[in-house]
């Protein structure tokens, strides 16, 4: 099943849940069923459909002194337009400091203000 197909037949709760799982680009599954204001039941629920439908990734993790899970997107879900400008990466991901003054910076700029 497509991710698209697997989207499609989310219930509202579920997309939310996914959507939050996205925005957060992860959270663990105590705070999760927290954020969407539902019972822990609905939320792990909720948490084992995106997961059986292969929408997101669930982790074991200690949080606070407790075991969870850590939900993430699957990586096919990340957004990594932001480090690019057209097919150029920037030159910077990773670098602590970014030199406005640098040739390589400034031609990556360049590149992002005449994208179409």
């Known amino acids: 099943m497509s991710t698209q197909a697997a989207e499609e037949q989310l219930s509202e709760d ?4 996914l959507e939050l799982v ?3 680009g992860g959270i663990h599954q105590s705070d999760f069923w ?5 019972s822990s039941r609905t939320g792990s629920r ?7 439908r292969d929408l997101i990734e669930r982790e074991e993790a200690v949080y606070q002194g407790h075991n969870t899970y850590l939900l993430t997107p699957r990586a096919r879900d990340l957004e990594f337009s932001m480090l690019m400008a ?10 602590e400091e970014v030199d406005p003054q640098n040739d390589t910076f400034s031609q990556w ?8």
């Open 14 to 17: 579920e997309r939310r849940g």
């Open 109 to 116: 700029v360049m590149q992002l203000a005449y994208e179409d």
């Open 46 to 52: 909720i948490v084992d459909t995106l997961v059986d």
């Open 86 to 95: 057209g097919d150029m990466l920037s030159p910077f991901v990773g670098s």
């Open 22 to 24: 996205r925005e957060t």
């Open 34 to 38: 927290k954020e969407l204001d539902v």
